[in-house]
């Protein structure tokens, strides 16, 4: 992997932990209780409830993701990054710029 990809691969990790940490930031808000004084319907409660659920799934999700990347975001200046978690070959810099959340090469990633 070239200085420029792994530059350009740091760019787009640190882009997607600051989308990342906004997300999180909005799903922690949407998952705070309903208070029991707020007056709503029995169905719109349900509503709530059914929504809060998801979005805890979501922030538990974003969260993990979030780790994923900031412990890449330590490794790129080491010889780990950017190498297969699974078999240690080097992971294609296209695939770690759309996705670089990525551990995997692409043909262990379809195992």
Same mark, same amino acid.
């Given at each position: 992997m070239t200085e420029n990809e792994r530059a350009e691969i740091g760019k787009a990790i640190q882009e997607k932990i600051t989308e990342l940490e906004q997300r999180v930031t909005d799903l922690?808000?949407?998952t705070k209780p309903m208070g029991l004084d !707020?007056?709503? +319907? $029995? &169905?719109? $409660?349900? #509503?709530?409830?059914? !929504? =809060? %659920?998801? #979005?805890e799934a979501n &922030? $538990?999700?974003s969260q993990t993701k979030l =780790?994923? &990347?900031k412990r890449w975001l330590d490794l790129i200046d080491t010889e780990k990054f950017g190498k297969c %978690?699974?078999? +240690? =070959?080097?992971?294609n810099p296209k695939r770690l710029l759309f996705m670089p959340e990525s551990t995997r090469c692409i043909n262990c990633a379809g195992k």
């Open positions: 922690e808000e949407s !707020n007056a709503v +319907g $029995r &169905l719109s $409660r349900m #509503d709530y409830i059914n !929504n =809060k %659920t998801i #979005d &922030l $538990r999700a =780790k994923a &990347l %978690t699974r078999c +240690g =070959k080097e992971i």
